[in-house]
C-alpha cells in the first residue's frame, strides 16, 4: 500500500469511498490477531482510502494506568521508537481526555487547542485533529487519533463519523484476541495441571531416594513448599537441584501459576538483565517491540534461578532490590512494575567464602539463604544407586521404546565408582551402556567408567575388562556397605571367575568359596 491518495479523493470522501475503506479495513482486521501489525496496515489503509495521515491507536495499559502507543503511520523510525516510550495518563491532553470521558472531540484547528501536548512533533497545526474512543462506558480500550490532510470542514463531521466506525471494527478485533489469548492461557495451564498429574503422581516426581539423608530432604521440602518462603539450593553440579526446586514449587500454593526457570551463567550481564526484567520496544539494537521478562511471567508463581553464583557485583545489586521490594524497571523503561514471585535459587558455589573475598554481596546472600537446603552427592548416598540405576533405566526405557534392564553385576561396579559427576553422570553412564546394549540387559561388558573418576583409596583395587579399567568394590574384611554374597560374587569377578583366586581374595580356602557358592546360589560363570 504504498499509493498516497490523490486531491479529489481527498477532498471528496463519499459513501462509495466509505464503504470501500470500511470493507478493505475490516479485511485487514480479520486477517491476524498479531495486533501491532493488523494496526499498523489498517492505518496505511486509513492514509491511503481515506485521506487521514499520521493515524495512531492508544490502547490502556493497566499496568502502567495510561494509555500507550500501539501503532503510528507516516513518522520515521526514530519517533516511531520514542513513540512506545510515551504515556498518556487520564484527563492528560486531548487523548488523556478523551479516554477519560469517552467522547469523541474534533479540533477544528489544532494550533488553538492549549490541550495538545505534541509529545510527537508530528500534527499539522493549521489541520484539524479527530480523536475517537475505542469503546464506551466500562470497556473504554483506548483512543483512535488521525488528521484529516486538508483544512475543509465540510467533510469534518463525515470524517468523524468514519472514524468512529473504525473505532468500533477495532474493538471488537481487541475483544476477540483478548478471547483468544484467554482460551489459549487456560488450554495451557490445563495442559500443565495435566502434566504434572501424569508426571506427579506421588508427592515428589523424578525424585528417588531412601537414604536418611534424602528423607530427610523430602520431609524439608513438605514443610518449605508450604509457605512462600526464599529457598537456597546448594549441592554439587548433577545432584538434582532443579527438580528439587521443580518439587518445591509444584507442591505449593502456587502450583497452578507459572513455574519459569533460567540459568544465570547461561547470559552475560546486559542479556541476564533483558531477560529477567523484560524491555521496552527500542531500548537497544535488535528490541523491536516490548517484551516482558522472567519476573514477569513468573508473577504469581515461582521463579527458580540456577548458578545464582555466577551473577555479577552490578547485577547481585539490582536483583536485592526486587527481593527487598518486589518491584523493577524494564530495560530502557520508566514505570515501576511490581510483582509477586517466590524466588528459589540454587548454586555449587562457596558462597560464605564468595562473601569473605568480596565477589558476593552479604547482604543479598543472608536474602537467599533464608531457608537452605544441602543436597548429598551421589557418592554420599550409594545405598540409593541401585534404585536410581533402575528408575533411570525405565525413562531410557521409554525413549528408546523397548525394555531395558541391569544386571546386579553392573550395579556392583557401578557403586564402585566415585561419581564426581552425579546423577547426571551416571545417567549419561546408563545411557552410553543402553545404546551399546543390543540385548536391552545392562551387563559389566556394557559399561564403560573412566578410570580417573574411580574413588580415592581404591586405585588398587582395579581390574581391566574388555580394555576399559574398571574399579572394583572393596572385597576385603568385614566390610558393611557389602553382604557376603556381594563380595563372594565380587571376588569371582575379579579373579575372572577362577575359584581359588576369589578364595585367596577373601582369605578362604578353596573348599569354602565353594560351599558359598553352592549354598548362595551363585551361578559361576564360565570365561
Same mark, same amino acid.
Given at each position: ?57 492508544? +490502547? ?127 488450554? @495451557? ?86 531477560e529477567l526484567f523484560g524491555h521496552e520496544k527500542g531500548a537497544f539494537t535488535g528490541a523491536v ?66 562473601? @569473605? ?24 548416598? +550409594? ?41 547426571r553422570e551416571l545417567e549419561n553412564c546408563l545411557e552410553r551402556a543402553a545404546i551399546m546394549s543390543e540385548s536391552g540387559l545392562i551387563?559389566?561388558?556394557? +559399561? ?63 573348599? @569354602? ?15
Amino acid at each position: 500500500m504504498t499509493n498516497l491518495m490523490n486531491n479529489d479523493s481527498v477532498q471528496h470522501f463519499g459513501a462509495e469511498q466509505q464503504l470501500n475503506a470500511l470493507h478493505k479495513i475490516s479485511v485487514i482486521l480479520s486477517l491476524s490477531l498479531n495486533m501491532e501489525e493488523t494496526l499498523q496496515q489498517m492505518l496505511c489503509c486509513l492514509h491511503e482510502l481515506a485521506g487521514m495521515q499520521f493515524g495512531m491507536v492508544t +490502547l490502556y495499559n493497566d499496568d502502567r494506568q495510561g494509555l500507550l502507543v500501539q501503532a503510528l503511520h507516516g513518522a520515521n523510525p526514530e519517533v516511531i521508537r520514542d513513540a512506545s516510550r510515551i504515556k498518556y495518563r487520564a484527563n492528560e491532553g486531548i487523548l488523556g481526555s478523551v479516554q477519560a470521558k469517552g467522547e469523541t472531540q474534533v479540533i477544528v484547528k489544532l494550533s488553538k487547542d492549549p490541550r495538545f501536548l505534541d509529545r510527537l512533533s508530528l500534527y499539522d497545526y493549521d489541520l484539524p485533529l479527530i480523536c475517537v474512543p475505542i469503546g464506551k462506558n466500562e470497556s473504554r480500550a483506548g483512543v483512535l487519533v488521525a488528521q484529516p490532510m486538508n483544512s475543509d470542514l465540510s467533510e469534518l463531521a463525515v470524517k468523524t463519523r468514519f472514524l468512529e466506525m473504525v473505532a468500533n471494527l477495532i474493538l471488537q478485533t481487541l475483544h476477540l484476541s483478548d478471547t483468544v489469548q484467554k482460551e489459549k492461557q487456560e488450554l @495451557q495451564n490445563s495442559n500443565e495441571i495435566l502434566q504434572r498429574t501424569v508426571k506427579n503422581p506421588q508427592c515428589f516426581p523424578a525424585m528417588v531416594g531412601d537414604t536418611a539423608v534424602m528423607r530427610e530432604i523430602f520431609e524439608t521440602v513438605r514443610q518449605v513448599a508450604k509457605w512462600d518462603t526464599t529457598v537456597l539450593i546448594r549441592g554439587e553440579s548433577g545432584t538434582g537441584k532443579e527438580l528439587i526446586a521443580g518439587a518445591i514449587a509444584y507442591n505449593s500454593p502456587r502450583s497452578d501459576c507459572p513455574f519459569i526457570k533460567l540459568n544465570c551463567a547461561a547470559l552475560p550481564d546486559n542479556l541476564l538483565e533483558s531477560e529477567l526484567f523484560g524491555h521496552e520496544k527500542g531500548a537497544f539494537t535488535g528490541a523491536v517491540k516490548m517484551r516482558k521478562g522472567r519476573f514477569e511471567l513468573a508473577d504469581g508463581g515461582t521463579l527458580f534461578l540456577d548458578e545464582i553464583g555466577e551473577i555479577s557485583a552490578s547485577f547481585q545489586a539490582k536483583l536485592l532490590r526486587i527481593l527487598q521490594e518486589g518491584e523493577f524497571e524494564r530495560v530502557g523503561g520508566q514505570e515501576t512494575i511490581k510483582v509477586n514471585v517466590r524466588i528459589i535459587t540454587a548454586t555449587n558455589r562457596p558462597l560464605e567464602l564468595d562473601v @569473605q573475598n568480596g565477589n558476593f554481596r552479604e547482604d543479598l546472600y543472608y536474602r537467599l539463604n533464608v531457608m537452605p537446603i544441602m543436597l548429598p552427592s551421589l557418592r554420599e548416598r +550409594l545405598e540409593d544407586l541401585p534404585e536410581l540405576s533402575r528408575f533411570l533405566l525405565t525413562k531410557l526405557s521409554k525413549r528408546q521404546n523397548r525394555t531395558l534392564k541391569i544386571s546386579d553385576g553392573a550395579i556392583r561396579l557401578l557403586m564402585g565408582h566415585h561419581w564426581p559427576g552425579n546423577i547426571r553422570e551416571l545417567e549419561n553412564c546408563l545411557e552410553r551402556a543402553a545404546i551399546m546394549s543390543e540385548s536391552g540387559l545392562i551387563d559389566r561388558d556394557v +559399561l564403560v567408567i573412566t578410570p580417573s573418576h574411580t574413588a580415592p583409596g581404591n586405585a588398587a583395587l582395579q581390574v581391566i575388562h574388555h580394555g576399559v579399567v574398571l574399579p572394583c568394590a572393596n572385597l576385603g574384611g568385614d566390610s558393611e556397605e557389602m553382604d557376603e554374597r556381594q563380595r563372594v560374587i565380587a571376588a569371582l569377578e575379579q579373579s575372572g571367575w577362577v575359584q581359588a583366586k576369589a578364595a585367596r581374595i577373601l582369605n578362604m580356602s578353596p573348599r @569354602q568359596i565353594a560351599y558359598r557358592i553352592q549354598t548362595m546360589n551363585i551361578h559361576v560363570r564360565r570365561i
